[in-house]
């Protein structure tokens, strides 16, 4: 098999779209699902399912997937040592990486002091959602992974190490001019009857739960596909929406946020691999364990379940 069709077979399941994955590999869509097909020729099982917002995986997909990540990250690490060697190069890059929220401000900070004590360290920052940086930990294409236990949490995964870094609250992110901009701490109740854009199951999960402890409901009417989209529905006055409290040092100058009373809130870990770890991992932890107070006043590392 032609390991070109499982890079592309992987990022179809990564992006759950064959469109957006001819994008970013340089490919037609027609030269995406030809390989797919190509691939279950071969496999003689389908790969993928579509439905109405692009593709997923078949329980078969999602088998060849994971061993597929393993091969990649291997014929990956093939190449890599070949050309470090070639170049003279022995100093491995740190991947590092972190969900949108981290890495829009805590992380890169926390790398640019590492940077401080060892400034020929390479290195680079790949943001995503919990589960995916999981995956790709496990699959070796991270060495260091920021995620957090937001709806539906982190599985207990012996092959990684798991550091609990700190707790962050959830915050309401409201436009420049919103008549509630500038007030203390609010309940959810005197929120609830505005429109929400939410851009992640887990961050709509946590507003569901806090809006059901307090016998309200908050209505999710719009959907974005990141960060920055959900806050420029914000921005523009179309809605309200959850974030977390690490984000708002980044956030654009036309939004504001107010605090919740009793707010939902979400553990923040740093994930790495138990096998092979990166001679520089454990600095790094250090440098963010920092952004999150002094170290008695968390615990080191996470429970085991």
């Not at 994955?21 to 099982?45: D, F, H, P």
């Not at 990486?97 to 805590?106: E, K, M, N, R």
């Amino acid at each position: 098999m032609e390991l070109t069709a499982w890079r592309t077979f992987v990022t179809v399941c990564r992006l759950g779209s064959l469109s957006a994955a001819a994008a970013e590999l340089g490919y037609t869509q027609s030269a995406v699902s030809r390989q797919i097909a190509g691939l279950e020729r071969q496999l003689g099982v389908p790969l993928v399912r579509r439905h109405a917002r692009g593709v997923r995986p078949t329980p078969a997909g999602e088998v060849f997937r994971h061993h597929a990540l393993v091969v990649l990250n291997e014929a990956e690490r093939a190449l890599r040592a070949v050309r470090e060697m070639r170049d003279g190069t022995l100093s491995r890059p740190l991947a590092v990486g972190a969900t949108p929220s981290l890495a829009a401000g805590i992380v890169p900070a926390a790398i640019g002091r590492l940077l401080d004590r060892a400034d020929s360290l390479r290195w680079s920052l790949l943001p995503g959602l919990s589960e995916q940086l999981h995956d790709r930990v496990i699959a070796g294409d991270l060495d260091v992974a920021v995620v957090t236990d937001a709806p539906p949490g982190l599985p207990n995964d012996p092959r990684v190490e798991r550091r609990f870094l700190g707790m962050d609250e959830m915050v309401v992110v409201l436009p420049a001019g919103h008549p509630r901009a500038g007030r203390g701490s609010v309940h959810i109740q005197e929120l609830a009857d505005q429109t929400w854009v939410e851009d992640n199951d887990g961050s709509a999960a946590l507003l569901h739960q806090h809006a059901a402890r307090a016998g309200v409901t908050a209505r999710i009417d719009l959907t974005a596909a990141d960060l920055p989209g959900k806050t420029a529905l914000v921005a523009t006055g179309h809605a309200i929406a959850l974030i977390p409290e690490v984000l708002t040092c980044a956030l654009r100058t036309d939004v504001t946020t107010v605090a919740l009373v009793d707010p939902p809130t979400r553990g923040i870990y740093a994930i790495t691999p138990r096998r092979d770890p990166h001679p520089s991992a454990g600095l790094l932890l250090d440098q963010l364990a920092t952004a999150f107070g002094p170290p008695s006043s968390r615990p080191r590392h996470a429970p085991a379940d």
